[in-house]
């Protein structure tokens, strides 16, 4: 009987953290954080406008090359300057060697020229886990409704390599500007690809 109840249990945890995930056409997972500044950041703030959330590593060969390339950050401050909100989220956790404190993410944004309205630490990975959040990079955009409308990779070309990066779909850009002229986002979901989260046990 235990056993069996603890089975029970078992499976409605699971069914709770499938349901908490991110899905398109679903309301987005709450997100709740500090950023680099210590001030307290929350997805709800933003209820009336379009978000992207983006999982970001410095350390990751994926996120380097579009962040070198200024792919994402120049996507960032195109849709930053047209209203949208863009917070990156960084779960990494703190005795990982990819770890880099809110000073260094802070330099780094600005060595890169990125430009997302917030970095959300989240280094016990509660919001990676609740978003299912499975790469870095790997984006969502969330609409004004707070319903998940894409999620997935940046592009179409899943490699390290910026010369890849004119050849391909930029599957962000591309949603973004559909949404935002008020019609369904045509690739809603892509498989992510990039670098592992390192995920706090």
């Not at 995930?21 to 500090?34: D, H, I, K, N, T």
């Not at 430009?115 to 984006?139: F, S, Y």
């Not at 986002?185 to 046990?201: E, L, M, N, Q």
Request: net charge positive.
């Amino acid at each position: 009987m235990l056993a069996r109840l603890l089975l029970t249990a078992g499976l409605l945890a699971a069914a709770g953290l499938a349901h908490a995930s991110a899905r398109v056409g679903q309301p987005a997972p709450e997100l709740r954080g500090l950023d680099l500044n210590g001030k307290p950041v929350s997805l709800a703030d933003f209820k009336g406008r379009t978000v992207v959330v983006e999982w970001t590593n410095p350390n990751c060969p994926f996120v380097r090359k579009h962040y070198q390339a200024d792919n994402i950050p120049a996507l960032q401050r195109e849709a930053t300057g047209k209203g949208v909100v863009w917070l990156a989220v960084n779960s990494t956790r703190t005795d990982h060697a990819d770890y880099v404190s809110p000073k260094g993410l802070g330099q780094w944004l600005t060595e890169s020229k990125a430009a997302p309205n917030a970095l959300i630490m989240d280094e016990k990975g509660v919001a990676g886990r609740a978003w299912g959040a499975r790469a870095t990079p790997h984006l969502f955009i969330v609409d004004p409704a707070g319903v998940v409308r894409y999620a997935g990779a940046i592009d179409s070309i899943a490699s390290a390599r910026t010369d890849d990066i004119p050849k391909a779909t930029n599957y962000v850009r591309q949603g973004l500007g559909e949404a935002l002229a008020g019609r369904a986002i045509s690739t809603a979901s892509t498989t992510p690809y990039g670098c592992s989260i390192k995920f706090a046990d």
